[in-house]
């Protein structure tokens, strides 16, 4: 009897058992998700005009469920217009135009948010962040684009910025790639507003990579980016190996009477990698002797702009060499190099008379907006708006003017003492 007594309670505790880790294993399906955190916080100020908002969860979400009607920002009760974005667990909301000045936002995840299983939020996510007075740097345009297909598998890829960077900020750490979780190894650099990220080695046919910059990279004032940027690509199936080549240049080999303060211009077959266009491989020669000049790149065009006027009928030369690659890596075959003679004279335009306006630096009607730090010379001039449309320059005030420790001379506005 003892024994049957025994049998029965440990039938019955295994019972009690089953049923509570089949409970539990219920309660972790059934689990809704959470938001984790928000980029601005919660009460966050100062909060720069171009923000990306973001919002991480604690688990994956279903992408189709996060949209402008789950993901909003609110100016009081006006929408404010913009994409969602999701990536990993993050999801993204990117503004159609900065927002205002010192102002206070509300944003909102609904219950319209899923996770994979189709679990929603259990309740809303609302909170608020305050504006502040400027704009941070932003990512204009990456190579390769966002979504693209059939992507060559030594592709280099490129990030363009809206102004400089502190270089020592655009690293293996905020400029990363990856496929899937797995992170790809790479050499980063920077230069001339554009990031380059070369992977160590060729990359895996047909598969589908992440590239971010992060929040961590920083302008020349210490401003970080707006937000992370993510864009993704897709490889195909080869590597590009066909090399670039000079499409044309202007002046035209054995040109004459060049204008004196003439811009020289090379365009290539397809677009290059940035860092192999500079001073080093586009030079411009006068005999023996080598012309100071800035070089600058966009799209597949390089320019040559000469430090000062060239000389009179003087013949030149300029030259691209192998160094200069494309975004595969691939070298021009060999040296491109070409010879013009100049004119005797260099065009200008004519002297535009400003009037009284020619007094000052900055003249505007509406509005002078400052991203600190500035150095101006000369008088800065606003009417028919009020000195409070003077943002950006702290400005110490003096019967009729301003000043400021950013600019050398004096700050004018329609509502002081005339000057």
């Known amino acids: 009897m ?6 029965s309670i440990f039938a019955i505790a295994m019972v ?16 809704s998700p959470t938001v984790n955190s928000s980029d601005p916080g919660n009460s966050a100020t100062d909060v720069v005009l171009n923000k990306i908002v973001a919002v991480s969860f604690s688990e994956e979400m279903d992408p189709l469920t996060l949209t402008t009607e789950t993901f909003m920002i609110n100016q009081g009760t006006t929408p404010v217009t913009g994409t969602v974005s999701y990536s990993g667990t993050t999801a993204f909301f990117t503004l159609a135009a900065d927002l205002t000045l010192n102002t206070v936002y ?9 996770d994979l299983l189709g679990m929603a939020l259990e309740n809303e996510y609302v909170w608020t962040f305050t504006t502040g007075t400027i704009s941070a740097s932003t990512v204009t345009s990456t190579k390769p684009e966002n979504e693209a297909v059939d992507v060559e598998l030594n592709k280099i890829l490129t990030a363009s910025f809206s102004e400089e960077m502190d270089a020592s900020t655009i690293n293996a750490s905020s400029y990363t790639l990856k496929d899937g979780e797995t992170v790809v190894e790479g050499e980063v650099s920077y230069s001339e507003m554009v990031a380059t990220f070369t992977p160590a080695n060729t990359l895996t046919p047909g598969t589908v990579y992440t590239a ?3 929040s961590d990279a920083e302008n020349l004032a210490g401003m970080a980016l707006a937000g992370n940027v993510v864009w993704s690509f897709t490889t195909g199936d080869v590597s590009d190996d066909i090399e670039p080549t000079v499409a044309s240049a202007s002046p035209q080999n054995d040109a004459m009477d060049v204008e004196r303060n003439t811009i020289v211009e090379v365009s290539f077959s397809e677009e290059m990698d940035p860092l192999s266009i500079n001073t080093s491989t586009f030079t411009l020669m006068q005999g023996t002797n080598e012309v100071s000049g800035v070089v600058e790149y966009s799209g597949s065009v ?3 702009n000469p430090t000062n006027t060239l000389s009179a009928e003087t013949v030149y030369t ?11 890596g691939n070298a021009l075959a060999a040296n491109k190099e070409w010879s013009f003679t100049t004119g005797g004279s260099a065009s200008t335009l004519d002297v535009v008379n400003l009037g009284a306006a020619g007094n000052y630096a900055i003249l505007a009607k509406t509005a002078i907006n400052n991203n600190p730090t500035s150095a101006i010379t000369g008088d800065l001039g606003l009417s028919p708006a009020a000195t409070s449309y003077i943002t950006g320059l702290s400005l110490t005030d003096f019967t009729g003017y301003a000043e400021s420790d950013q600019v050398t001379g004096k700050i004018y506005a329609a509502d002081m003492a005339d000057p």
């Open 2 to 7: 003892k024994i049957k007594g025994l049998l």
């Open 16 to 31: 009690v058992l089953m049923s509570g880790c089949s409970k539990d294993d219920d309660n972790d399906l059934n689990q």
């Open 106 to 114: 509300t944003g909102t995840i609904t219950t319209g948010a899923e």
């Open 212 to 214: 971010m910059i992060s």
């Open 302 to 304: 390089a320019t040559f």
């Open 318 to 328: 300029a030259t691209i060499t192998t160094e200069a690659k494309d975004l595969a």
